[in-house]
């Protein structure tokens, strides 16, 4: 038998890496001598680093930026190759702010723009920018800004790259921008989202962010300005799908740096060279924190369904809970969901238990494939 192990991890409770460990264990005292192939797998967000650069053979580099809210904090991008993989999570994510400090007036994306620059002035030529999890409306403002962008306001004065400075934009002074002639970006996405109006940046994700119902309209009166006043500048519009992502971010380096945007779990899942781990598999073991609707919609477990359909490898889930949806992962193909939560009890508790009850769950499933295996 082999197993190709392709989880995401169980955000707060359990790692990727510890998951791997779980199913190792759980298979070889099911069938003794199979094979296991252990992947850490993300969909662009958290995990994403250590998913690509440990199947690469890569490094991280560790530096300081400006996290949403202008703070010098560490962080750190992969690298492989000639090429740079560049998280907004852990520079510009939402986890990084307390709620009561999130603000999508006052958050900006210039710390990821740091780490771009900072990856391009160190030689690398292909830049992969993952647009999960940001704190941030700023339209992408703050990135270029960091970039050597200039924006201006009607007086002539430079603005920082905010969310509330999106309406006082009027001119754009590129002369000292850094060079990308001879950059590759590609930015990685798993949203269709506009750069505005109803489904775009600021009504779609503006609240998560920090934004109040008064600062929905104010902004987005903003991100139109900002988007008129770009596309003047650059000569392409801003809003396209995926154009909306991380506040407006997708949009503005689409535009500006002429980059790519590509689906997030089909390209980590190509730099993690998943199609050659399914060759000769039996079986795939993925799953989530939470399988619900949003996983058949470009989510680990829908690229993973994808790829297995294809080579003919049933997949198995197994996750945190099952949530409304759910079900829709059948016709794209899951053989079976699995919630590892086995009796009454509230989140807290399934997260401080979580080790045990994956353990237990992870045991049945091997028991079920083995006893159709026979």
Do not use: W
């Given at each position: 038998?082999?197993?190709?192990?392709?989880?995401?991890?169980?955000?707060?409770?359990?790692?990727?890496?510890?998951?791997?460990?779980?199913?190792?264990?759980?298979?070889?005292?099911?069938?003794?001598?199979?094979?296991?192939?252990?992947?850490?797998?993300?969909?662009?967000?958290?995990?994403?680093?250590?998913?690509?650069?440990?199947?690469?053979?890569?490094?991280?580099?560790?530096?300081?930026?400006?996290?949403?809210?202008?703070?010098?904090?560490?962080?750190?991008?992969?690298?492989?190759?000639?090429?740079?993989?560049?998280?907004?999570?852990?520079?510009?994510?939402?986890?990084?702010?307390?709620?009561?400090?999130?603000?999508?007036?006052?958050?900006?994306?210039?710390?990821?723009?740091?780490?771009?620059?900072?990856?391009?002035?160190?030689?690398?030529?292909?830049?992969?920018?993952?647009?999960?999890?940001?704190?941030?409306?700023?339209?992408?403002?703050?990135?270029?800004?960091?970039?050597?962008?200039?924006?201006?306001?009607?007086?002539?004065?430079?603005?920082?790259?905010?969310?509330?400075?999106?309406?006082?934009?009027?001119?754009?002074?590129?002369?000292?921008?850094?060079?990308?002639?001879?950059?590759?970006?590609?930015?990685?996405?798993?949203?269709s989202n506009p750069l505005l109006g109803e489904n775009g940046a600021t009504y779609t994700y503006g609240r998560?962010?920090?934004?109040?119902?008064?600062?929905?309209?104010?902004?987005?009166?903003?991100?139109?300005?900002?988007?008129?006043?770009?596309?003047?500048?650059?000569?392409?519009?801003?809003?396209?799908?995926?154009?909306g992502a991380a506040g407006g971010i997708g949009g503005a380096l689409y535009a500006f740096l002429n980059a790519?945007?590509?689906?997030?779990?089909?390209?980590?899942?190509?730099?993690?060279?998943?199609?050659?781990?399914?060759?000769?598999?039996?079986?795939?073991?993925?799953?989530?924190?939470?399988?619900?609707?949003?996983?058949?919609?470009?989510?680990?477990?829908?690229?993973?369904?994808?790829?297995?359909?294809?080579?003919?490898?049933?997949?198995?889930?197994?996750?945190?809970?099952?949530?409304?949806?759910?079900?829709?992962?059948?016709?794209?193909?899951?053989?079976?969901?699995?919630?590892?939560?086995?009796?009454?009890?509230?989140?807290?508790?399934?997260?401080e238990n979580a080790q045990e009850l994956y353990e237990k769950t992870a045991e049945n499933v091997f028991r079920?494939?083995?006893?159709?295996?026979?």
């Amino acid at each position: 038998m082999k197993f190709v192990f392709a989880s995401d991890s169980f955000k707060g409770s359990l790692t990727g890496e510890k998951i791997n460990e779980i199913l190792s264990v759980y298979a070889k005292r099911a069938f003794g001598e199979c094979e296991c192939v252990p992947l850490l797998i993300a969909d662009g967000g958290e995990g994403t680093i250590e998913a690509v650069i440990g199947r690469k053979n890569g490094k991280n580099v560790y530096l300081t930026a400006k996290n949403p809210l202008g703070e010098i904090i560490s962080t750190r991008y992969g690298v492989f190759d000639d090429t740079a993989l560049v998280c907004m999570s852990e520079i510009s994510g939402l986890p990084l702010l307390a709620p009561s400090a999130r603000s999508a007036r006052k958050t900006s994306t210039f710390g990821t723009g740091e780490l771009i620059r900072h990856a391009v002035e160190s030689g690398y030529k292909k830049i992969y920018v993952t647009l999960g999890g940001s704190a941030t409306n700023d339209g992408g403002m703050g990135a270029l800004t960091a970039l050597g962008y200039r924006f201006l306001d009607e007086n002539g004065n430079v603005l920082k790259g905010t969310g509330e400075e999106l309406g006082r934009v009027r001119k754009i002074d590129g002369s000292n921008a850094l060079d990308f002639s001879k950059v590759e970006v590609r930015l990685l996405c798993d949203v269709s989202n506009p750069l505005l109006g109803e489904n775009g940046a600021t009504y779609t994700y503006g609240r998560q962010k920090g934004a109040t119902e008064a600062d929905l309209a104010f902004l987005e009166s903003g991100m139109e300005n900002f988007a008129r006043v770009a596309q003047e500048f650059c000569g392409k519009t801003l809003d396209v799908a995926g154009g909306g992502a991380a506040g407006g971010i997708g949009g503005a380096l689409y535009a500006f740096l002429n980059a790519e945007i590509r689906s997030g779990i089909e390209t980590v899942l190509d730099l993690c060279e998943f199609d050659n781990a399914l060759c000769g598999a039996d079986f795939v073991i993925t799953g989530e924190g939470r399988v619900d609707f949003q996983s058949a919609n470009g989510k680990v477990i829908d690229g993973i369904l994808r790829r297995a359909k294809k080579a003919c490898v049933p997949v198995v889930a197994i996750a945190g809970s099952l949530g409304e949806g759910a079900e829709l992962l059948f016709d794209k193909g899951l053989a079976a969901a699995f919630a590892i939560v086995n009796r009454p009890m509230g989140l807290e508790t399934a997260m401080e238990n979580a080790q045990e009850l994956y353990e237990k769950t992870a045991e049945n499933v091997f028991r079920l494939i083995k006893s159709v295996r026979k």
